[in-house]
T-cell receptor, first 115, second 109 residues
Framework: GAGVSQSPSNKVTEKGKDVELRCDPISGHTALYWYRQSLGQGLEFLIYFQGNSAPDKSGLPSDRFSAERTGGSVSTLTIQRTQQEDSAVYLC?????????????FGPGTRLTVL | RKEVEQDPGPFNVPEGATVAFNCTYSNSASQSFFWYRQDCRKEPKLLMSVYSSGNEDGRFTAQLNRASQYISLLIRDSKLSDSATYLCVVNRWGNQFYFGTGTSLTVIP
C-alpha cells in the first residue's frame, strides 16, 4: 500500500517568507509526527498529533512554527517569516495507534532551503 | 546533556566482519528503545525494537542495559548492503521520541 508522502520534496525560499509543508500519512494511522533533521544532526522532534489534536507541541522551536491536522489525516506544518536557521529536512512519520511501541513510518521528507 | 548519544563513527569494516554500536541515554525513566536505519538522503526505517531480554533478528542482535543506560546493536557477517547510518531512538514518555545523531557504517568489499 501507499506509504507516507510529503510535498514538496524540495522548497527554496527567501528569508522572511512563509512556507507550508504537507504530510499525507498512511491511511488509518492515527498518530502523526513532525521532525526536522539538520546537516550532521539527529532528528529533532517538533510535534505529535493523535487524531486531530496535538497533545505535545513542546518541540516547536518558536512561535513562527505551527501545525494542524484535519480529518485525522493530512497535516500541514507552517513556518512563518522563515530564517536561514530553519533550513533542514522536515520529516513526517505516522504510526497505527500512537503507542510508544508502534513502529513509525517516515515519509521522504521536504528539504527546505532558506536563502 | 543530550537525551541520546552515539559515537558518530565512521565505522569502516570489511565484508564478513562483526561490528557493534553502542548508544547511551540520559533519562532512567526511558521506556522504549529502537534502532532505525537511514540510508544516504533517505528517510529512517525501523530496523528493530530493543527489548529488556535482548532480541535477535538474523544477523542483528540488540541488547538493553537499563542499569548502565545503554543499548547496543551487533551486526554479524557484515554485507555491503549494511552500509548506512544507524540511529538509536529512545522514548521517554508519551509519544516524544529522541533520536541520536547516528553512527555511520561503511562495509568495504
Amino acid at each position: 500500500g501507499a506509504g507516507v508522502s510529503q510535498s514538496p520534496s524540495n522548497k527554496v525560499t527567501e528569508k522572511g517568507k512563509d512556507v507550508e509543508l504537507r504530510c499525507d500519512p498512511i491511511s488509518g494511522h492515527t498518530a502523526l509526527y513532525w521532525y526536522r533533521q539538520s546537516l550532521g544532526q539527529g532528528l529533532e522532534f517538533l510535534i505529535y498529533f493523535q487524531g486531530n489534536s496535538a497533545p505535545d507541541k513542546s518541540g516547536l522551536p518558536s512561535d513562527r512554527f505551527s501545525a494542524e491536522r484535519t480529518g485525522g489525516s493530512v497535516s500541514t506544518l507552517t513556518i512563518q517569516r522563515t530564517q536561514q536557521e530553519d533550513s533542514a529536512v522536515y520529516l513526517c512519520a505516522s504510526s497505527l495507534v500512537g503507542l510508544p511501541s508502534n513502529e513509525q513510518f517516515f515519509g521522504p521528507g521536504t528539504r527546505l532551503t532558506v536563502l | 546533556r543530550k537525551e541520546v548519544e552515539q559515537d558518530p563513527g565512521p565505522f569502516n569494516v570489511p565484508e564478513g566482519a562483526t561490528v557493534a554500536f553502542n548508544c547511551t541515554y540520559s533519562n532512567s525513566a526511558s521506556q522504549s528503545f529502537f534502532w532505525y536505519r537511514q540510508d544516504c538522503r533517505k528517510e529512517p526505517k525501523l530496523l528493530m525494537s530493543v527489548y529488556s531480554s535482548g532480541n535477535e533478528d538474523g544477523r542483528f542482535t540488540a541488547q538493553l542495559n537499563r542499569a548502565s543506560q545503554y543499548i547496543s546493536l551487533l551486526i554479524r557477517d557484515s554485507k555491503l548492503s549494511d552500509s548506512a547510518t544507524y540511529l538509536c531512538v529512545v522514548n521517554r514518555w508519551g509519544n516524544q521520541f529522541y533520536f541520536g545523531t547516528g553512527t555511520s557504517l561503511t562495509v568495504i568489499p
